[in-house]
């Protein structure tokens, strides 16, 4: 139930991300022409794009984490038996729970401070500006807690025990060890 859940989160993750790139290409190009066409601009067109891009990133480093698309090398786990990356993995996914912590409990403190400051174009909180690292980390984790919970229970197959790209180019999977 959690894994649909995750699923259908990422496939609207998505489009939210497609919309904010399409918006910001819209604004930035828009704060262009008219800059050098008409000698005026769009006034929110920077900040917004910036905070646009903002939530993307993080909204996709979710879908990355979930996809195990994250770069990473295997030089050292890929030497070892299958209890031996389980054992890696779990101290892995470990170590990203606590990163998720601390990034959570850091940009719900910011969020929290920034509440009443607003930003200087649109005058909305800044509180906006935050609170993608609050919700990539409750997502992060509940990624990772549910990879944590299918590795301990002997849900994940040997051959996907080293979850990495080593290049962009190669989908995950297609490595030899």
């Not at 779990?90 to 910011?110: E, K, P, T, V």
């Not at 200087?120 to 509180?127: F, G, H, I, K």
Request: hydrophobic share 55%; aromatic share 10%; proline share 2%.
């Amino acid at each position: 139930m959690v894994q649909k859940f995750i699923e259908g989160f990422c496939k609207a993750l998505n489009v939210v991300i497609a919309l904010c790139l399409a918006v910001m290409v819209v604004l930035v190009f828009g704060n262009v022409v008219m800059r050098y066409g008409f000698n005026s601009g769009i006034t929110l067109s920077e900040e917004l794009s910036r905070w646009l891009f903002v939530w993307m990133t993080f909204m996709g480093a979710v879908i990355a984490l979930k996809e195990h698309g994250h770069l990473g090398t295997d030089m050292l786990v890929g030497k070892l038996g299958p209890s031996g990356k389980k054992v890696c993995l779990a101290i892995s996914y470990l170590a990203m729970l606590f990163i998720c912590w601390l990034l959570f409990s850091g940009a719900y403190q910011q969020t929290v401070i920034n509440l009443g400051s607003t930003s200087a174009v649109m005058e909305v909180s800044m509180a906006w500006i935050y609170a993608p690292g609050v919700v990539f980390a409750v997502l992060g984790g509940l990624i990772l807690l549910t990879e944590l919970f299918r590795l301990l229970t002997g849900q994940v197959r040997d051959e996907d025990l080293v979850m990495i790209q080593e290049s962009e180019e190669s989908p995950h999977g297609s490595h030899k060890a």
